[in-house]
């Protein structure tokens, strides 16, 4: 069996049906459609309004597009692999419906500039729905935190145990990097938006296009300048992988601290059975299949960016069908981000619970206030690495006995070096050492809460 043919007479015989099936592309980017049908209709009325086509004519292919849009969104729109791709099955079905004129669409656009336009409506629309999630995330984190400034938890660097600090200050860090994402998105967003319609196959065309008025009716900012520029650049696309790509760094961090956290070793929280699962063979078990999945997901996006710097990277000006191979990666990368956001944003909200008990033990059992004896001493003058240096033996001696610094006597204190006094307990207290952190950004609960405020202001600006 071979295929009807698409294009023009200059071919005599049909594809290949594996052929055809290779080289289509209607089983994905029919994810389109809904944009196809507004950026069509926004060209059919810049036709209409330059007169390339009658007013006439223009509102019949409005009228039928509008149509085409009532039967998908009815489920009755379903073209197969001989319409090739969403442009061609599109119009093919308006000149059913409208008859002759609808082979008039078509006049002053090629394929190249329709897809470049269709891919960034599309894009668009879905930054907007992931900068509104990443405000949905960060305010979970916020609520969390705001409950969180005095209840503490072990800060670490090299998973080592460092210093305490308020789980505040903790989940106000992925505060920040959510900020940054959805930043980084909005800037994204401005070169999205520029307008590639009416740049052709290449290099414009003859018809007495209006490109600004295209542009503005679909709401976009501008035209693109250069048409091979327009038709050619998936720039927009990487960028939007690459802050993908970020933002998946950010929650896999995260998902890689519950799930650490929720270890029977660490058993900084409990997993709440909403969002937890067990084990088909071993019944005590409660795992956190949330966060790692999040942490499984990350690796496809990545993923998607190298493949789409791969793609573009040998490719000569202006179109090349390798192009075609943009959408899958970004349709898969929008679903993963969005799944991804909003399983963490649950997670956050209901599926943790911070064992406060354990928290206080696990920040009272350990050497992390070390900091603070020799910061103890270098305020009563002491050079600081003489201090440090003390400590350092204080914290050997005390291992090798069996004690914490909280358990040393004043006299064992004095016998160290004469500078201590009773206050040297106070100052130890992990609270204590939590609060004096109160450099600017630090983990001081007075700086905690100042950063709260100012994250609650930064976040009700928009
Ligand atoms: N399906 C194509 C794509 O996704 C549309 C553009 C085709 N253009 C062409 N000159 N063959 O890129």
Redesign the pocket.
């Known amino acids: 069996m071979t295929e009807q043919k698409t294009w023009s007479q200059r071919f005599e015989g049909a594809l290949h049906p594996a052929i055809a099936r290779f080289n289509?592309?209607?089983s994905f980017?029919i994810q389109l459609i809904e944009y196809d049908l507004t950026g069509s209709m926004a060209h059919a009325k810049m036709l209409g309004k330059t007169g390339i086509i009658s007013l006439d004519e223009a509102d019949k292919l409005i009228k039928g597009l509008e149509q085409i849009r009532q039967e998908h969104r009815q489920g009755l729109f379903k073209p197969g692999i001989d319409a090739?791709?969403?442009?061609f099955a599109v119009e093919r079905r308006l000149t059913e419906l409208v008859g002759d004129v609808g082979k008039k669409l078509h006049t002053a656009r090629?394929?190249?500039d329709?897809?470049g336009t269709d891919?960034r409506l599309y894009l668009r629309d879905q930054i907007q729905q992931i900068r509104q999630q990443i405000r949905d995330f960060q305010s979970v984190l916020l609520e969390l935190a705001d409950r969180h400034v005095e209840t503490l938890i072990p800060g670490y660097t090299h998973l080592q145990r460092a210093q305490p600090i308020s789980l505040a200050h903790h989940l106000m860090a992925y505060f920040e990097m959510a900020q940054r994402d959805w930043d980084r998105l909005g800037e994204i967003y401005q070169r999205v938006d520029i307008c590639p319609l009416g740049a052709g196959?290449l290099a414009g065309t003859t018809f007495p296009i209006d490109r600004h008025f295209s542009a503005q009716e679909l709401g976009f900012s501008r035209p693109y300048n250069n048409s091979l520029d327009a038709v050619s650049d998936r720039d927009f696309a990487i960028e939007f992988l690459c802050a993908s790509s970020l933002i998946l760094v950010h929650l896999s961090r995260l998902s890689e601290e519950v799930i650490l956290w929720a270890s029977q070793e660490f058993s900084f929280i409990t997993l709440t059975d909403s969002c937890a699962t067990g084990s088909s063979i071993m019944p005590q078990k409660k795992n956190p299949d949330v966060p790692e999945l999040v942490r499984g997901k990350t690796g496809r996006v990545f993923g998607h960016l190298q493949g789409m710097l791969v793609l573009m990277k040998g490719l000569p000006l202006a179109?090349n069908?390798d192009?075609?191979?943009?959408?899958e990666s970004l349709f898969d990368a929008v679903k993963t981000v969005k799944s991804c956001l909003e399983a963490m944003t649950i997670l956050m909200s209901e599926g943790i619970q911070f064992r406060e008990q354990r928290l206080a033990e696990a920040v009272a059992e350990d050497f992390s206030n070390a900091t603070d004896v020799a910061d103890y001493l270098a305020a009563k003058g002491v050079p600081f690495r003489e201090a440090y240096n003390l400590v350092g033996k204080v914290v050997k001696t005390s291992l090798s006995a069996g004690k914490l610094l909280k358990d040393l006597t004043l006299e064992e204190w004095k016998a160290l070096h004469p500078a201590f006094e009773t206050d040297i307990y106070a100052a130890i207290a992990p609270k204590q050492v939590v609060s004096a952190r109160n450099s600017y950004g630090g983990t001081g609960f007075e700086q905690v809460r100042q950063a709260l405020t100012e994250a609650k202001i930064r976040f009700k600006q928009g």
């Open positions: 289509a592309s209607i980017d090739e791709d969403v442009h090629s394929r190249n329709q897809v891919t196959a179109y069908k192009l075609q191979e943009d959408k």
